[in-house]
């Protein structure tokens, strides 16, 4: 067991690496797609299906993260919270959901959405970047190129997969079947870094943005980037409940 410990943070840091590295033109792409919509005003979305809403959610209401991102939480789909659990899955093959929370919101041509989807092929994440660009907003698409490149064939109408229907896409290059250990008597392979990989990318395109919207402010051409602190520390609570009232029309979380 204490070899497989190490496989999979061996396995974990390799895949980190390797986008660090391969992903690093598109990364900055991303960030700064991101800065630009922040520092116009625009609204910023993200969504993820499954367990891919845990990345989408990990930079919404964040200490250290940018206000003004905002969960597109489609009913069912955030995280594992539907009884059964395979609902969920069924969800992400019905057509219309998605697109018609989108629609409940304020949500215009100019805005930015980040669409997260591991293998990509499924009805939802397809048909909301598909409307989302429709609508005039900006998709940036984190996914694995692995699923769309073994032919594992998409559930969409169209055919296409999410990379298909983005601005930008950002590779999380993880393998079909999201496991990167194995063992002769476990049956499948197992020890998932996707979400690791796809919060890291996340978490890196919004430091990144953070960083150009702080350069510009130091050089007197920009406002501070609209950050929180942590709750946790004198003074956050208050800060936070500022930051939010100053930037109440971009954001759908806080009244």
Not at 228 to 243: H, I, L, M, P, Y
Request: hydrophobic residues 45%; proline residues 4%.
């Amino acid at each position: 067991m204490t070899d497989l410990v190490g496989q999979y943070f061996d396995a974990a840091v390799a895949h980190l690496e390797r986008v660090r590295t391969e992903e690093a033109a598109n990364i900055d792409a991303a960030a700064e797609l991101l800065a630009a919509a922040v520092a116009d005003g625009r609204r910023i979305f993200t969504f993820g299906a499954g367990h891919s809403s845990l990345a989408a959610q990990d930079v919404v209401y964040r200490a250290g993260g940018l206000v003004v991102i905002n969960l597109l939480n489609v009913p069912g789909m955030t995280g594992v919270n539907v009884m059964p659990a395979p609902l969920g899955s069924a969800l992400e093959r019905v057509s219309g959901l998605a697109t018609t929370t989108l629609d409940l919101t304020p949500a215009a041509a100019g805005d930015l959405l980040f669409l997260i989807s591991l293998s990509g092929r499924q009805v939802m994440p397809v048909e909301l970047a598909r409307h989302a660009r429709e609508r005039g907003m900006t998709v940036i698409g984190v996914t694995s190129l692995a699923y769309p490149a073994a032919e594992v064939g998409s559930n969409h109408p169209s055919g296409t997969y999410l990379k298909d229907n983005c601005d930008l896409v950002l590779d999380s290059k993880i393998a079909v079947g999201d496991g990167e250990l194995d063992h002769p008597a476990a049956g499948a392979p197992f020890g998932s870094v996707s979400t690791i990989v796809t919060s890291a990318l996340m978490q890196a395109v919004v430091a990144s943005a953070i960083g150009r919207l702080a350069d510009r402010a130091q050089r007197g051409e920009g406002s501070t980037p609209p950050l929180f602190r942590s709750g946790n520390v004198d003074g956050g609570t208050e800060w936070n409940t500022k930051a939010m009232a100053d930037n109440a029309e971009r954001i759908l979380y806080a009244w």
